[in-house]
């Protein structure tokens, strides 16, 4: 932005007031599901009300954000799910059926710990290593191998949980829950899982990063 569209204090007031005002109609939209929860709304009238609400106040925010920056060089703490990276949404407006897609990072920091828990596992059950593959003789000395035990063993969420006892440290990770038109059929998409995501179909997504953090904004200003 040049020095001669520079935002001025009573824009920035503006759009601080127009944050003010989004919050009071998302949260009146949502006060309106929760009453009517239970009656008749077929055509989810209720739901799209919560869902323009939403997205008026993330746009709302993110020109106050913006506007913010330009005036003081500050920027709020609230992180908009999704934020500038997703198309608008044009799936349905009510889903009858919905795809989540996860992607969590991780860094093997602690070799040695992933592999003794590995072999802690198929010393306690044999059964969790595929006998063909002779895993369980490798599990504690290959780290490809007690990868495939672990996550074998433990769902993703107890794994994102307990991520240290294994020697692993967290990267970034996101989720989107998307629309689809129809469940799909049982390993219809197996062999392609991520193929057809569509981010004009997301409902929401929800990110965690260290960008995000404080302490990683502070490294943007001058000492």
Not at 16 to 31: F, I
Not at 96 to 117: C, F, G, K, M, N
Request: glycine content about 6%; some cysteine.
């Amino acid at each position: 932005m040049s020095d001669a569209a520079q935002p001025t204090a009573a824009d920035v007031r503006a759009a601080a007031d127009a944050v003010k005002a989004a919050l009071d109609r998302h949260l009146e939209a949502v006060e309106r599901r929760a009453e009517g929860a239970g009656k008749d709304d077929e055509d989810g009238a209720s739901d799209t009300a919560v869902y323009a609400a939403f997205d008026e106040l993330a746009a709302a925010g993110e020109a106050y954000d913006e506007l913010l920056y330009e005036k003081y060089d500050e920027v709020t703490p609230f992180e908009i799910p999704g934020g500038d990276s997703m198309p608008a949404y044009t799936g349905p407006e009510v889903p009858s059926a919905l795809t989540v897609l996860i992607r969590r990072d991780y860094t093997v920091v602690e070799p040695q710990r992933l592999l003794a828990q590995a072999q802690r596992v198929t010393d306690l059950d044999p059964d969790s290593t595929d006998e063909d593959s002779a895993a369980g003789t490798s599990a504690g000395s290959s780290v490809h191998a007690a990868l495939g035990v672990l996550f074998g063993e433990y769902e993703a969420d107890e794994i994102a949980t307990r991520h240290k006892e294994f020697g692993l440290d967290e990267g970034d990770s996101t989720l989107w829950v998307a629309a689809a038109d129809e469940p799909s059929e049982p390993g219809e998409w197996l062999t392609a899982p991520f193929e057809q995501a569509d981010p004009e179909r997301v409902i929401c997504r929800f990110d965690v990063s260290s960008v995000f953090d404080e302490g990683d904004l502070e490294l943007d200003d001058d000492d």
